[in-house]
């Protein structure tokens, strides 16, 4: 398949994603699990949006991009927690609107742009914000440096990205690395550590810190919640695709508890 079929595909996959997130019954879970109801499909967590926002040094009037954003998490959340200016970029426009409407909502409007675009090929001028951050978002793109590139290319100098993402474990046996990329979101698979990649795209790396603990947390709570919610989930999706998808988040479960999936969170910076 072609890079253009992958996104466009991404995009198709992740407005149905972005939809169903957004429901009363999944919000209600998701303020179970992460502490917030944007109707958010990464696993960050309030806690771990507050720890990014300090990561960044967010202020008032700094200038932050957060790429695939969704529905507007971490991002909308960030700008009001710290006072900054946020753009939100992603694919799917079912998302962004959904984001659009929560900005509005949280009067956020004055400091929130909302951008339909590729990650790869931002369409900003270079140098032009203090902060970055992306959710989960490079586990599920296929062309990791390229993002990686695009975001550093916008970066200011003295700028920071900080970034969670979902990893095969290193190290593993060509079945165990397979089951890994079976089990975990759609480009799971990375060729090199994410120190390379930051490397080569010209980021240094500051920080990596391993969040998998609270990342199978998470995972064993949503899956708990969702067979709780499992009629109201149903009469949304369908009960084929419902069990579909509760399937999917057990062998995420099973992989993480093999240790051949983790999750991380990485903060990098650009040189002056
Ligand atoms: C796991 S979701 C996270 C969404 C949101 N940040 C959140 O936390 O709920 C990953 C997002 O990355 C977006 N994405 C994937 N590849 C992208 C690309 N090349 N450019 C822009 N967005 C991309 C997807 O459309 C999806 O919304």
């Not at 991404?10 to 944007?38: I, K, N, P, Q």
Request: net charge negative.
């Amino acid at each position: 398949m072609s890079l253009a079929q992958d996104l466009n595909e991404l995009a198709c996959r992740f407005a149905t994603d972005a939809e169903f997130a957004r429901s009363v019954a999944m919000r209600d879970l998701e303020r179970s699990v992460c502490g917030c109801d944007y109707g958010s499909t990464s696993w960050t967590t309030r806690r771990e949006a507050e720890r990014i926002a300090q990561l960044l040094e967010l202020r008032p009037a700094a200038k932050m991009l957060d790429v695939g954003a969704g529905s507007g998490w971490p991002g909308l959340y960030l700008a009001q927690l710290t006072g900054c200016d946020v753009v939100l970029v992603d694919l799917p426009l079912a998302a962004l609107r959904i984001a659009l409407e929560r900005a509005t909502t949280d009067s956020l409007s004055q400091r929130c742009e909302v951008v339909a675009a590729d990650g790869a090929a931002l369409p900003f001028k270079d140098a032009s914000f203090d902060a970055l951050s992306h959710s989960d978002v490079l586990c599920c793109t296929p062309d990791k440096l390229a993002v990686l590139r695009g975001c550093r290319r916008v970066a200011r100098g003295g700028a920071r990205m900080v970034f969670t993402v979902i990893v095969p474990a290193p190290s593993l046996g060509a079945p165990e690395r397979q089951i890994a990329i079976e089990s975990g979101p759609p480009f799971v698979d990375v060729p090199d550590d994410y120190a390379v990649l930051l490397d080569q795209s010209g980021w240094c790396l500051q920080e990596r810190a391993d969040l998998t603990a609270a990342f199978l947390r998470s995972m064993r709570t949503h899956l708990e919640g969702m067979r709780a919610r499992a009629d109201a989930l149903a009469a949304l999706v369908g009960s084929d695709e419902l069990t579909e998808r509760m399937k999917r988040r057990q062998a995420t479960i099973a992989a993480v508890e093999a240790g051949l999936l983790r999750r991380e969170l990485f903060v990098a910076r650009t040189g002056q």
